[in-house]
């Protein structure tokens, strides 16, 4: 079995190989994924896709409705309203004429600045939609929310983790295909729009898709998905593949991961 494990810092990192391929790719293959528009099984055609590479904005509007239904977070922020200083807009101050930027003050809890990284892994089922993997992403933000506001320093990564039993890599049968792109780093905001944007069906299905057929020989059908082999613990948040898709399974991991850190 041949291991092929990717790591990038940055999606602008990710972006820059996952278009072109490798001498070990098929770029005949990589081409025709890029120029077909499979937007029923994408979720989004590829003008959109090109669009919102860093940030979908539209899906930020449903957050406050997916608050409402899973009704989590922290229990210690603190926020202050700005002119121009912010992380999200809030429309109806906007419209009264209020200051309407929100930013979270960090407060220090029993964190004490450890970092946690939060790994979601995309790789999910073709019928798997849309609505599903922004429920995904949004238990991820509320878990960096959560753990931040008790002094936690997050981390976010979208993960793919394949195994195409066909595929070849240098003309050797059974290739393991992960790949991690960091999408918030401990030091930075949460980036709602950036976040979903990276874990939702297009990401995988567009880009990670690219880079997979540039990288190596895809068998017909790309391979399947798999779990990620990684234990979670307090410095490993691992939202697995077929996890957070619905409500009950976003509170179940939620609820999870408050008993381990005792928040």
Known sequence: MIKLHYKYDSISAFYKEALKPTKYGDASDLKEHLESDESDFRGMSINDIEKYKYGYIPGIANIKKLDLSLNVGGSKRNYKYDEFDGDDLNYDRLLDGFPPMRKRVK???????????????????????????????????????????????????????????????????????????????????LNKGLVLNGISPWFF???????????????????????????????????????????????????????????
């Not at 993960?159 to 401990?186: A, H, I, M, R, W």
């Not at 996890?243 to 939620?254: G, H, N, Q, V």
């Open 107 to 189: 407060t220090h809890g029993v964190g004490s600045g450890r970092i946690v990284n939060v790994h979601v892994v995309i790789s999910e089922n073709c019928c798997t939609s849309a609505d599903e993997m922004l429920k995904k992403a949004y238990t991820a933000m509320s878990l960096a929310d959560m753990l931040e506001s008790s002094g936690y320093r997050v981390a976010i990564y979208a993960c793919d983790c394949t195994k195409d039993c066909e595929g070849t890599f240098k003309n050797e049968k059974d290739v393991e295909y992960q790949v991690s792109v960091c999408l918030k780093k401990p030091e930075e905001t």
């Open 205 to 263: 299905r567009y880009y990670i898709f690219a880079h997979q057929k540039g990288h190596y020989i895809n068998s017909w059908g790309m391979g399947r998905a798999i779990a990620m082999k990684l234990e979670q613990t307090k410095e490993n948040i691992v939202i697995n593949r077929g996890e957070c898709l619905s409500d009950d399974s976003c509170k179940k991991k939620i609820e999870e991961i408050k008993k381990l850190f005792g928040v």
